[in-house]
């Protein structure tokens, strides 16, 4: 399985260091892939085989991008992997799916190893289920999903740091809509947390969580991994 902890515009470069350091410990006889998103601000060079990846680049390896993060400064750290597409970029930051698909060719074309997230807003949602599937296949639009290095994360807007997720049956009928149109492993995000992870990751085509503000706590996320691994061992 695949356990992801975002880390947002949370932590700071000593605090990742340390966090990356706790989990490698933890994870080192498990056998989950593990991936962690510190700021910009915190990303380094770490001895671990964790992946950590950034939360978003710019697509241009430098360049007169005032306040971006370009290829050059992941390059300096070896980082390889990216979020692309979360809905704070879409809903908060207002990147169209113009800019992520730009965004999304260039790093394929450098062959980062991609998460690429899709999701609908609550409005959306109540609008039915054809026309939500719709807009979050829509998502898809311009994306290579043949590609070799990506995983989908699923992540309704709506739950994202609410404390409210669909029910197990929503997130496994929607999860294996998507898989029925994309053949990657599949994610799911939005409200994940320490006490109801283990139940989310048993679900039928749920291939792991990508966790914000309930994996800032080490102990919590390393917890996210046992249980991974528990239902992985007894499968």
């Not at 933890?26 to 910009?40: E, G, M, N, V």
């Not at 197990?168 to 939005?190: F, M, N, R, S, W």
């Not at 947390?193 to 085509?205: F, R």
Request: aromatic letters at 8%; proline letters at 2%; hydrophobic letters at 40%.
């Amino acid at each position: 399985m695949i356990i992801a902890a975002n880390f947002k515009a949370n932590m700071t470069r000593a605090t990742s260091k340390e966090y990356i350091e706790k989990v490698n410990n933890f994870s080192q006889s498990l056998s989950q892939d593990i991936y962690i998103f510190p700021p910009a601000t915190a990303l380094d060079t770490f001895d671990t085989n964790i992946n950590v990846g950034s939360q978003n680049a710019y697509s241009a390896q430098n360049g007169a991008f005032t306040g971006e993060t370009a290829l050059e400064q992941l390059e300096e750290f070896g980082i390889d992997t990216i979020l692309i597409g979360h809905s704070e970029r879409r809903h908060v930051l207002k990147e169209t799916q113009e800019d992520i698909a730009r965004k999304f060719a260039f790093y394929k074309e450098k062959n980062f190893k991609i998460i690429y997230c899709v999701g609908e807003t609550l409005e959306i949602r109540e609008s039915g289920n054809s026309i939500m599937m719709k807009y979050i296949l829509d998502q898809f639009t311009d994306i290579d999903v043949t590609y070799t290095n990506l995983v989908i994360a699923y992540e309704p807007v709506w739950a994202i740091g609410t404390g409210l997720t669909p029910t197990d049956l929503d997130i496994e009928l929607i999860h294996t809509a998507i898989k029925q149109e994309v053949e990657k492993p599949l994610l799911y995000g939005g409200s994940v947390k320490v006490d109801n992870a283990k139940t989310i990751l048993a679900l039928n085509n749920v291939d792991g969580i990508l966790v914000g503000s309930a994996a800032l706590k080490v102990d919590d996320f390393c917890s996210m991994i046992r249980d991974a691994q528990d239902i992985e061992d007894n499968n």
